[in-house]
Structure formats: structure tokens, C-alpha cells
């Protein structure tokens, strides 16, 4: 067997559980990458940032799940290519979404329902964006020893075709068919 096969990695634990991807037994999940994801998040501390801009309107005492998992949970996901809120309904059981959120696989409810994360999704204001943004800004700059004097971005649109007349969708003459067209920073 190859050595690089065999090896395994350490994650934090979670619920005093010691967590450990290992490459010789069964399949958990097929979504192993989100617990390296997590960690890297986790020491980032990015939706953790990013939830702080956002008012939580909701009654403390009704709170099933923290705004900063709920945003974790919906980051993870589009990371690990499900950029449809509707699978968060499928994902919310997933061991190695549950474990990547701080939570045991089979325990407890599960993550961050698809109605949940849509109400979240559309719940930011303007200024709560603008904040989000800021933020996200100040994380860039935190990863250089120093603030960089420029950056150059690289704009990228993406040709999302759609079936029929779907809202928000417009014929695209380069393309030639209608599409969403995402633009990507």
C-alpha cells in the first residue's frame, strides 16, 4: 500500500469525540474535503466575521441555529459544488457537513433547513452588505504581513443557461440562448 494512502489527518474534536479522516475503511461521506474546509475556515474565522454584520432578528429563546452556522452551513455548501439551497435539505444529515459545523453525525437536530437558509440568503440590507464587504476586505488584507499597496481583480461572467423564461434570466446574444450570467471576482 502507498504510504501517502495510508495516512490519516486530525481535526479538532467535536463534543469531546476525537475526529480522524483515515483512507482504509468505508465511505462516511462523499464529501470528506468539507472537514479540511472547515478547519480552514474555523481559523479564518470568516462566517464568523461576516454573521456579525447581519441584525439577528430573531427571538434568542427560539434559536435553533446560530446565524454564523446557518452562513457556514450555506458557505460549505456552495464550496462543495451544491449551490442550490434546496440541497441543504439533503445535506442537513450529512456526517461530514454535521461534523464540518461542530456537530455529531446521528445527534441532535439537524443542520440548517432549505427555508431557513433561503429567509437568511435575501435578509441582509444594503448597509448590512456593505459591512459583509468591508469585512471580507479586512480578512484579504489580515493574510499579508502588510496590506498590499494594489490589487487587481479578475472579472469573470459565467453562461447559466435556464429552461423557458425564468425570472431574472435574458437572452444573451454571445451566447445564443437565455441565461443567468453570474459575474465572478
Known amino acids: 500500500m502507498n504510504d501517502d494512502i495510508a495516512s490519516t489527518f486530525r481535526f479538532p474534536a467535536v463534543g469531546r ?3 480522524t479522516a483515515a483512507f482504509d475503511g468505508g465511505r462516511l461521506t462523499s464529501d470528506g474535503g468539507v472537514l479540511l474546509l472547515a478547519q480552514a ?3 479564518m474565522g ?3 466575521r461576516l454573521a456579525a454584520c447581519i441584525a ?3 427571538d434568542p429563546a427560539r434559536v435553533v441555529h446560530r446565524l454564523d452556522d446557518i452562513l457556514r452551513a450555506r458557505v460549505f455548501a456552495i ?3 451544491y449551490e442550490d ?3 441543504l435539505d439533503a445535506l442537513r444529515d450529512d456526517p461530514g457537513f454535521r461534523l464540518a459545523l461542530g456537530k455529531l453525525p446521528g445527534s441532535g437536530v439537524g443542520l440548517a433547513s432549505q ?3 433561503s429567509r437568511w440568503e ?3 440590507t444594503s448597509r448590512e452588505l456593505a459591512r459583509m464587504m468591508a469585512a471580507m476586505i479586512d480578512i484579504y488584507c489580515a493574510s499579508y504581513p502588510a496590506p498590499p499597496a494594489a490589487v487587481t481583480l479578475d472579472i469573470d461572467d459565467t453562461c447559466d443557461v435556464v429552461h423557458g423564461y425564468q425570472q431574472l434570466s435574458f437572452w444573451n446574444g454571445h451566447h445564443g440562448e437565455r441565461c443567468f450570467l453570474p459575474i465572478h471576482v
Open 41 to 43: 475556515e474555523r481559523t
Open 79 to 81: 464550496a462543495c459544488g
Open 46 to 48: 470568516i462566517c464568523h
Open 17 to 19: 469525540k476525537k475526529v
Open 115 to 117: 427555508p431557513t437558509m
Open 85 to 87: 439551497a434546496d440541497d
Open 122 to 124: 435575501n435578509a441582509p
Open 56 to 58: 439577528d432578528w430573531r
